[in-house]
């Protein structure tokens, strides 16, 4: 059954950029949210041109086709079910702004996702990588580079919500850190003596740069002016690889170690929850497996009966 089109007056890119819109300023997503949503629904709708079929008639098997494309391609399913989920919210908001009467995506599921541990970082390698004075030097580029690495292992805060700290957002006397995350909802993030002490030299290192207040940025280029997310991931990855060969050692991995440690530890899943700013639990369950196959490794280690 194809959707009955209520108003054909703009053309289908004239209805996405609306989309986007909404979620620029209603929703109120996030730049690189934004720009992820507005590739997929331009994919999606460069996908239906040949056939000249337009983004506001398709049914379920037009959906179906692009998926079954997606896979031929090697997207993995997390990708195709990212892709569906900004489909479904695009056909919801044309259904609520009564563009559409049907939604053709209300037959469609979603492919089930392999369910993969999330990759950490040795704990004492990590100990040993902070410690390196051979990584990082004794100028305001190593004491950057190593704070970065410090505040994304010690915080659990996202790239986004690292490139996006200012020095204010930073209480030396309470010994926290004001986050902005996603969808701009904010929270406080308490950090240790240790890591008040770096930020402290970091900040008077930057001053005597004499950067002339080029950045509003916590963290800065060696030319003082603000970081932005590529900067930090070279700086991150270059920095991991001393330490490890596995592939992935982005910055969210340091996000995975830092509530890992946590758990290991005791601390209570919803402290975590409100620390790494998940909106759900859900999102912070999967660390739980990671703690479950570190009991299963020791108890085979130790247990005469394992």
């Known amino acids: 059954?194809?959707?009955?089109?209520?108003?054909?007056?703009?053309?289908?890119?004239?209805?996405?950029?609306?989309?986007?819109?909404?979620?620029?300023?209603?929703?109120?997503?996030?730049?690189?949210?934004?720009?992820?949503?507005?590739?997929?629904?331009?994919?999606?709708?460069?996908f239906l041109s040949p056939d000249e079929i337009d983004i506001l008639t398709i049914s379920h098997q037009e959906v179906r086709s692009w998926m079954l494309a997606l896979m031929e391609q090697g997207a993995e399913s997390k990708t195709v079910n990212r892709k569906l989920s900004v489909l479904r919210s695009f056909y919801k908001f044309l259904q609520r702004e009564d563009v559409i009467s049907n939604n053709p995506m209300n037959q469609i599921k979603a492919p089930k996702i392999p369910k993969r541990l999330p990759v950490v970082m040795d704990e004492q390698k990590m100990d040993s990588?902070?410690?390196?004075?051979?990584?990082?030097?004794?100028?305001?580029?190593?004491?950057?580079?190593?704070?970065?690495?410090?505040?994304?292992?010690?915080?659990?805060?996202?790239?986004?919500e690292l490139v996006n700290?200012?020095?204010?957002?930073?209480?030396?006397?309470?010994?926290?850190?004001?986050?902005?995350?996603?969808?701009?909802?904010?929270?406080?993030?308490?950090?240790?003596?240790?890591?008040?002490?770096?930020?402290?030299?970091?900040?008077?290192?930057?001053?005597s740069q004499n950067f002339d207040n080029k950045a509003s940025s916590l963290i800065v280029?060696?030319?003082?002016?603000?970081?932005?997310?590529?900067?930090?991931?070279?700086?991150?990855?270059?920095?991991?690889?001393?330490?490890?060969?596995?592939?992935?050692?982005?910055?969210?991995?340091?996000r995975h170690s830092f509530a890992t440690a946590l758990l290991n530890r005791g601390a209570d899943l919803n402290a975590i929850k409100e620390l790494l700013g998940h909106s759900s639990l859900?999102?912070?369950?999967?660390?739980?497996?990671?703690?479950?196959?570190?009991?299963?490794?020791?108890?085979?280690?130790?247990?005469?009966?394992?």
């Open 1 to 46: 059954m194809y959707i009955q089109i209520i108003d054909v007056q703009m053309d289908d890119l004239m209805f996405i950029e609306r989309f986007i819109r909404y979620l620029q300023f209603e929703k109120r997503f996030s730049p690189h949210t934004v720009t992820a949503y507005r590739q997929d629904l331009n994919q999606f709708n460069d």
């Open 129 to 160: 990588l902070l410690d390196s004075i051979d990584v990082f030097e004794g100028n305001f580029a190593g004491a950057r580079n190593r704070l970065i690495l410090e505040l994304l292992y010690g915080t659990g805060m996202r790239l986004s």
């Open 165 to 207: 700290l200012k020095d204010q957002d930073v209480n030396l006397y309470e010994q926290s850190i004001k986050v902005l995350g996603k969808r701009n909802k904010e929270r406080i993030i308490p950090v240790g003596t240790p890591l008040i002490k770096l930020i402290k030299e970091y900040l008077t290192m930057k001053l």
């Open 221 to 254: 280029t060696n030319e003082g002016n603000n970081a932005y997310p590529q900067f930090i991931y070279r700086i991150v990855t270059s920095s991991l690889s001393h330490i490890s060969t596995q592939t992935k050692k982005s910055p969210h991995i340091l």
């Open 282 to 306: 859900a999102a912070t369950q999967v660390y739980t497996h990671n703690s479950v196959e570190k009991l299963k490794s020791i108890y085979k280690q130790a247990h005469p009966k394992a």
